[in-house]
C-alpha cells in the first residue's frame, strides 16, 4: 500500500499550495513507498502563523504547568510505545535500515520523550536576595517562542526527538520540516500527538525540499530559533540566513569520529564495538567512528580478526529480522560512499574487505554496500578526512599516546571519539584531551537521555538532550524587583518634581 500524506497544520491534514507530490521509492527495491505534499514558502507561512498565534495565545501551551504538560507528552509516548512496529516498519522501509535498529530508534524517541516530560516539571530559575535590602533578584527561564526544526533522513525519530520534546517541555511551539526522503514517522507521531490531547497548533509539519520549505523556515520573521540536524554545510547556511534576523541557531551537524583502540583493551569488547561502529545503520550515522587507530604491537593481529567478523555481517532487506546492515539510503549517495572507496584504493589504503556494491539476486534493485574494511590508512587520505555516511572502516596505527590523540583530534569535526583500555587512568587522561563533545570509554553508541549531546568545532552549535537540551529552547528574563518605597526616588541629575 502506499502511503500518501499531506501537511499537518493546526491539528489537521493541510493541502498545501501545489499539486506535484514528492514520491518515495524504495532504496532497497525500487517500489513506491509513499507520497509525501512538495512545500512551499507559503505553506511555511501558514504554519508559522497557527505556531505564532498559539505562542502568543500563552494559555493553550506557553504558560500551562509543567505538570499538565509532562502529563501529555506521556501519554503521547504511550501512543507511540503502542504503535512501534507500525511505525518500525515505515522507517525501516523508507530510510532502508534493519527493521530491528528501526525498532530500537522508536523505542530511544519514546525514553527520550519520557525524560523530556519529566524535565517540563523541572524549569526553574534563581533568586537573588544579595542585592541590598531594598531589592530582589529573579532570574526566570522563558520559552524561546517559535521553533523551527529540521531533520535529515538517517534517524528521522531520534534527530526530531532530541529536539521536540524538549522544544515542548520549554513551552515554545513547533514547526516541523523532515527531509523530504522520509517524512513518514513525523507526520504519523504528530497525528498521535493530537490523540494524546497535546493543542491544535503547538506541532505543525510541513513537507518538501530543503531549498524550499527548509530556506523558508531559516529566513521566516517570525521563527524564533532554528534548531537543525544536517549536514555541515547545510548548517553553515542555516547560520547565515539566521543572522539577518538573529535567530538563535542550534546546529547538530556532521563527525568523522575516531575508535582508539590500546593494547590493553578488553580485545575482544574492542572488535565488536569497532565492527558494529560501522554496521549500525549501515554507517549512515552522524557518530559512526569510521577511524579506527590502533596501537601497532596488536594491530596485524586486530585487522585480520576483524574481517573474519566483519564477514559474517549480513547485508539484507530493511524487513529482514536478520539482517544487518541495510540500503543506502539513494543511489547518488551509494555512488559518492562508492567513490569514496574508489579513492581509497588509489591514494594507496590495503582493502581488507568488500569495495563494491552487492549484485547479489534479490538485492540487485536496491543500493547496497556492503562493510569495507581499509588498512594501511594514512590521515592524508581523503577517507580518513571526508566524512563516508556508509559501512567503511579506515585503520590507522600509532605508538604513543601522544600519537593516538594527534590523529583523533586531526580533523575539523569534534562530535564523539571511543577509546578501549583497561587502564582507568590513561582512559581519563586520553578522554580529557579528546575535542569532541561525547567520549565513549571501552563501549560505543550507549546513551543516556540524561547526558547532553553535542559537537565541537565544525560538528555543531549547542547541546541536545539533558538539561541542557531543554535549556537550549529557554530565553532567561532578568527581573529587579524594588522593595519599599524609602529610596524610590531615581538619581536623576536634576529633579524632576
Ligand atoms: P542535509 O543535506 O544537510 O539535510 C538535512 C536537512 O536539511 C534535510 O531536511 C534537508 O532537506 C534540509 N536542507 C537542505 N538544504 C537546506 C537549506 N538550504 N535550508 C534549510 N534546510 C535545508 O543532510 P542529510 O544528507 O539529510 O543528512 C546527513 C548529514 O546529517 C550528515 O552530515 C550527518 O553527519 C548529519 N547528522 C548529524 C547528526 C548530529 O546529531 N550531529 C545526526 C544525524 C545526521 P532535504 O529533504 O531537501 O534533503
Ligand atoms: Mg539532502
Given at each position: 500500500?502506499?502511503?500518501?500524506?499531506?501537511?499537518?497544520?493546526?491539528?489537521?491534514?493541510?493541502?498545501g499550495?501545489?499539486?506535484?507530490?514528492?514520491?518515495?521509492?524504495?532504496?532497497?527495491?525500487?517500489?513506491?513507498?509513499?507520497?509525501?505534499?512538495?512545500?512551499?514558502?507559503?505553506?511555511?507561512?501558514?504554519?508559522?502563523?497557527?505556531?505564532?498565534?498559539?505562542?502568543?495565545?500563552?494559555?493553550?501551551?506557553?504558560?500551562?504547568?509543567?505538570?499538565?504538560?509532562?502529563?501529555?507528552?506521556?501519554?503521547w509516548a504511550?501512543?507511540?510505545?503502542?504503535?512501534?512496529?507500525?511505525?518500525?516498519?515505515i522507517?525501516?522501509?523508507?530510510?532502508?535500515?534493519?527493521?530491528?535498529?528501526?525498532?530500537?530508534?522508536?523505542?530511544?524517541?519514546?525514553?527520550?520523550?519520557?525524560?523530556?516530560?519529566?524535565?517540563?516539571?523541572?524549569?526553574?530559575?534563581r533568586?537573588?536576595?544579595?542585592?541590598?535590602?531594598?531589592?530582589?533578584?529573579?532570574?526566570?527561564?522563558?520559552?524561546?517562542?517559535?521553533?523551527?526544526?529540521?531533520?535529515?533522513?538517517?534517524?528521522?525519530?531520534?534527530?526530531?526527538?532530541?529536539?521536540?520534546?524538549?522544544?515542548?517541555?520549554?513551552?515554545?511551539?513547533?514547526?516541523?520540516?523532515?527531509?523530504?526522503?522520509?517524512?513518514g514517522?513525523?507526520?504519523?507521531?504528530?497525528?498521535?500527538?493530537?490523540?494524546?490531547?497535546?493543542?491544535?497548533?503547538?506541532i505543525?509539519?510541513?513537507?518538501?525540499?530543503?531549498?524550499?520549505?527548509?530556506?523558508?523556515?531559516?529566513?521566516?520573521?517570525?521563527?524564533?530559533?532554528?534548531?537543525?540536524?544536517?549536514?555541515?554545510?547545510?548548517?553553515?547556511?542555516?547560520?547565515?540566513?539566521?543572522?539577518?534576523?538573529?535567530?538563535?541557531?542550534?546546529?547538530?551537524?556532521?563527525?568523522?569520529?575516531?575508535?582508539?583502540?590500546?593494547?590493553?583493551?578488553?580485545?575482544?569488547?574492542?572488535?565488536?564495538?569497532?565492527?558494529?561502529?560501522?554496521?549500525?545503520n549501515?554507517?549512515?550515522?552522524?557518530?559512526?567512528?569510521?577511524?579506527?587507530?590502533?596501537?601497532?604491537?596488536?594491530?596485524?593481529?586486530?585487522?585480520?580478526?576483524?574481517?573474519?567478523?566483519a564477514?559474517?555481517?549480513?547485508?539484507?532487506?530493511?524487513?529482514?529480522?536478520?539482517?544487518?546492515?541495510?540500503?543506502?539510503?539513494?543511489?547518488?549517495?551509494?555512488?559518492?560512499?562508492?567513490?569514496?572507496?574508489?579513492?581509497?584504493?588509489?591514494?594507496?589504503?590495503?582493502?581488507?574487505?568488500?569495495?563494491?556494491?552487492?549484485t547479489?539476486?534479490?538485492?540487485?534493485?536496491?543500493?547496497?554496500?556492503?562493510?569495507?574494511?581499509?588498512?594501511g590508512?594514512?590521515?592524508?587520505?581523503?577517507?580518513?578526512?571526508?566524512?563516508?555516511?556508509?559501512?567503511?572502516?579506515?585503520?590507522?596505527t600509532?605508538?604513543?599516546?601522544?600519537?593516538?590523540?594527534?590523529?583523533?583530534?586531526?580533523?575539523?569535526?569534534?562530535?564523539?571519539?571511543g577509546?578501549?583500555?583497561?587502564?582507568?587512568?590513561?582512559?581519563?587522561?586520553?578522554?580529557?584531551?579528546?575535542?569532541?563533545?561525547?567520549?565513549?570509554?571501552?563501549?560505543?553508541?550507549?546513551?543516556?537521555p540524561?547526558?547532553?549531546?553535542?559537537g565541537?568545532?565544525?560538528?555543531?552549535?549547542?547541546?541536545?538532550?539533558?538539561?541542557?537540551g531543554?535549556?537550549?529552547?529557554?530565553?532567561?528574563?532578568?527581573?529587579?524587583?524594588?522593595?519599599?518605597?524609602?529610596?524610590?526616588?531615581?538619581?536623576?541629575?536634576?529633579?524632576?518634581?
Amino acid at each position: 500500500m502506499i502511503r500518501t500524506y499531506q501537511h499537518w497544520i493546526n491539528g489537521r491534514e493541510h493541502g498545501g499550495t501545489t499539486g506535484e507530490p514528492h514520491t518515495r521509492h524504495s532504496p532497497a527495491h525500487g517500489e513506491v513507498l509513499a507520497r509525501f505534499a512538495a512545500g512551499t514558502a507559503a505553506d511555511v507561512d501558514a504554519a508559522v502563523t497557527v505556531a505564532r498565534r498559539v505562542f502568543e495565545d500563552a494559555s493553550t501551551w506557553a504558560t500551562l504547568p509543567g505538570s499538565r504538560k509532562a502529563a501529555l507528552l506521556n501519554a503521547w509516548a504511550a501512543l507511540i510505545e503502542r504503535d512501534v512496529t507500525r511505525l518500525a516498519e515505515i522507517e525501516a522501509e523508507e530510510v532502508g535500515k534493519p527493521i530491528r535498529y528501526a525498532r530500537g530508534e522508536i523505542e530511544w524517541s519514546v525514553e527520550l520523550l519520557r525524560y523530556a516530560a519529566s524535565l517540563a516539571w523541572q524549569l526553574e530559575g534563581r533568586a537573588m536576595t544579595q542585592l541590598g535590602d531594598d531589592k530582589l533578584g529573579l532570574v526566570t527561564r522563558e520559552p524561546r517562542g517559535v521553533v523551527g526544526i529540521v531533520v535529515p533522513w538517517n534517524y528521522p525519530m531520534v534527530t526530531l526527538f532530541q529536539k521536540l520534546p524538549y522544544a515542548l517541555a520549554a513551552g515554545c511551539t513547533v514547526v516541523i520540516k523532515p527531509s523530504e526522503l522520509t517524512s513518514g514517522t513525523a507526520l504519523e507521531v504528530t497525528v498521535l500527538a493530537k490523540e494524546a490531547g497535546i493543542p491544535d497548533g503547538v506541532i505543525n509539519v510541513v513537507t518538501g525540499l530543503g531549498e524550499t520549505v527548509g530556506e523558508a523556515l531559516s529566513t521566516h520573521p517570525g521563527v524564533d530559533m532554528l534548531s537543525f540536524t544536517g549536514s555541515t554545510r547545510v548548517g553553515k547556511r542555516i547560520a547565515r540566513n539566521a543572522a539577518d534576523s538573529l535567530k538563535r541557531v542550534s546546529l547538530e551537524l556532521g563527525g568523522k569520529s575516531a575508535n582508539i583502540v590500546f593494547a590493553d583493551a578488553d580485545i575482544d569488547s574492542a572488535l565488536d564495538g569497532a565492527l558494529f561502529g560501522v554496521v549500525l545503520n549501515q554507517g549512515e550515522e552522524c557518530i559512526s567512528p569510521a577511524r579506527l587507530l590502533v596501537e601497532k604491537p596488536i594491530a596485524e593481529t586486530f585487522v585480520k580478526q576483524l574481517v573474519e567478523r566483519a564477514r559474517k555481517v549480513a547485508v539484507g532487506m530493511p524487513l529482514d529480522e536478520k539482517s544487518d546492515v541495510g540500503a543506502m539510503i539513494h543511489e547518488a549517495h551509494m555512488e559518492r560512499v562508492l567513490e569514496l572507496i574508489a579513492s581509497g584504493s588509489k591514494e594507496g589504503a590495503r582493502l581488507e574487505l568488500g569495495g563494491s556494491r552487492v549484485t547479489t539476486a534479490g538485492l540487485d534493485r536496491g543500493f547496497f554496500v556492503p562493510v569495507t574494511i581499509f588498512s594501511g590508512v594514512d590521515p592524508a587520505m581523503r577517507i580518513f578526512r571526508e566524512e563516508i555516511f556508509g559501512p567503511v572502516l579506515a585503520v590507522t596505527t600509532f605508538e604513543t599516546v601522544e600519537e593516538a590523540i594527534q590523529l583523533a583530534n586531526d580533523t575539523s569535526y569534534g562530535l564523539a571519539n571511543g577509546l578501549w583500555t583497561k587502564d582507568v587512568d590513561k582512559a581519563l587522561k586520553v578522554s580529557r584531551r579528546l575535542r569532541s563533545g561525547t567520549v565513549f570509554v571501552n563501549t560505543y553508541f550507549e546513551s543516556a537521555p540524561q547526558m547532553p549531546f553535542g559537537g565541537y568545532k565544525e560538528s555543531g552549535l549547542g547541546r541536545e538532550n539533558g538539561l541542557e537540551g531543554l535549556l537550549e529552547f529557554t530565553e532567561v528574563k532578568s527581573t529587579l524587583l524594588k522593595l519599599g518605597t524609602r529610596d524610590a526616588a531615581l538619581p536623576l541629575a536634576t529633579s524632576v518634581t
